[in-house]
């Protein structure tokens, strides 16, 4: 399974910004897809994550209310819509899948590459 995040870039705080992360290959195995974050000098984190089959959501208390986690299983395609952006959501993020849907990060074995959210104040 391979994935490519698309859609970060420097926002004002208060802003939106949607990332995208798009799947090929054998994308059937896929039940979980989560999107991480690492911010500069911290550890990469768990944002929010989707089971795949069903829609279901979790999200981190940190973004709960701000962040929406979508899927569109026609175009195999993930989505993070981000809302009230804040400076601390400033990182890199990442989105992996997964043949579950799982919270945690060694459960995820296929990664893109980051796409880098800068959020001013």
């Known amino acids: 399974v391979q994935l490519q995040a698309f859609g970060g870039g420097l926002v004002q705080a208060g802003d939106s910004l949607r990332l995208s992360c798009v799947t090929s290959g054998r994308t059937f195995n896929v039940d979980g897809m989560g999107w991480f974050r690492q911010a500069p000098g911290k550890e990469r984190e768990l944002v929010t994550a989707?089971?795949?089959?069903?829609?279901?959501?979790f999200y981190a208390d940190s973004v709960e209310g701000r962040f929406t986690i979508s899927r569109d299983n026609a175009e195999n395609t993930g989505y993070l819509q981000m809302n009230s952006l804040k400076p601390e959501d400033t990182a890199v993020y990442y989105c992996?899948?997964?043949?579950?849907?799982?919270?945690?990060?060694?459960?995820?074995?296929?990664w893109g590459q980051g796409t880098l959210v800068t959020v001013s104040s």
């Open positions: 989707i089971r795949w089959s069903d829609g279901s959501p």
């Open positions: 992996a899948a997964s043949s579950i849907f799982s919270v945690r990060m060694p459960d995820y074995p296929y």
